[in-house]
């Protein structure tokens, strides 16, 4: 395992939700720290703070310098933030140019914000459900929307830029990330609601273990580009998983049977590829699955 100590690390989009945490993750574990954000953000704390644009080729290169590692996580995060146009240019764009350059220069490694979106289910408009459970990295791909196909084809930017340049890419498909009491929020909402998570297999991950997440990627000795999912071990639904699946994918494969509120979702690349386990659990009740869902 790569130690970060005294490693100059830039980092992208550092003002978001993952940033700050994974900031204050890579300092502590004794990386000297680049920021480059869109906006201003006072309480950012690192060796170098810039406020800059991804898609700008001179803003990247600037922050480029002297980087040993990158942490990208610079994105319009979600398919109705912004027009479609903007969605998709800005992911596009900004992946391609931190990388292009990085690889370029000779960065030894990246680590790139993906989404569970990157399969395309989750935010998809028809009336479609996974082709099998666990979710896996071969599971078919069904895109409708912009911001599913804009980190789709950042996969493939971080493919191309390991065989162009030979930059290592990690590329870590994150389900819905936030604090605990968001995600407490969202269990909730699966309570009485637990169809509307079916597609992202009821996942979720706590700020804390993405970043934690981002550090092992980074000191990891896997070589080439990969991409794999995320997420906590359980799911932030209150119904045990087989129960969720019977009432809500009845038709759909099952490549095995899954304990308790086990996340239907194959971690195995998250723990073989970086040595991933998440740490953070909510502390969700597990309930039997109301009579009006079965």
């Given amino acids: 395992m790569t130690s970060l100590n005294g490693a100059r690390v830039l980092v992208t989009g550092a003002s978001g939700r993952i940033g700050p945490v994974a900031v204050a993750h890579l300092r502590a574990a004794g990386a000297q720290v680049t920021t480059l954000s ?30 040993d590692f990158v942490v990208h996580l610079a994105a319009l995060a979600h398919r109705d933030i912004a027009p479609a146009y903007d969605v998709y240019s800005v992911n596009v764009v900004s992946t391609f140019n931190v990388l292009a350059q990085a690889g370029a220069a000779g960065v030894a490694r ?6 569970i979106n990157a399969y395309g289910l989750p935010m998809n408009r028809h009336d479609v459900t996974p082709a099998y459970f666990p979710l896996d990295t071969d599971i078919p791909v069904d895109i409708a929307d912009w911001y599913s196909l804009s980190k789709h084809h950042g996969e493939g930017t971080a ?37 509307a998570g079916l597609r992202e297999a009821w996942s ?14 980074l000191t990891a000795k896997t070589t080439g580009a990969h ?37 239907p979702i ?29």
């Fill in 38 to 67: 869109i906006q201003e953000n006072p309480a950012l704390e690192a060796e170098r703070v810039l406020v800059g644009d991804t898609r700008s080729q001179e803003d990247v290169a600037t922050a480029l310098e002297g980087a």
């Fill in 266 to 294: 194959d971690l195995t690349p998250a723990r073989e590829l970086i040595g991933f386990e998440a740490h953070r659990d909510l502390p969700v009740p597990t309930l039997d699955l109301p009579a009006e869902f079965r």
């Fill in 110 to 115: 990246a680590v790139v914000a993906g989404s």
């Fill in 204 to 217: 979720y991950l706590h700020t804390e273990d993405a970043a934690r997440a981002i550090v092992l990627a």
């Fill in 159 to 195: 493919r191309m830029a390991w065989r162009q340049w030979g930059i290592d890419v990690v590329t870590l498909r994150f389900p819905h990330v936030h604090d605990e009491a968001a995600l407490l929020a969202q269990s909730k909402q699966h309570e009485a609601d637990p169809r």
């Fill in 227 to 263: 991409a794999f999912f995320l997420a906590a071990n359980h799911t932030n639904a209150p119904y045990r998983t087989e129960a969720l699946l019977e009432a809500f994918a009845p038709h759909t494969p099952r490549l095995r049977r899954f304990v308790g509120r086990e996340v």
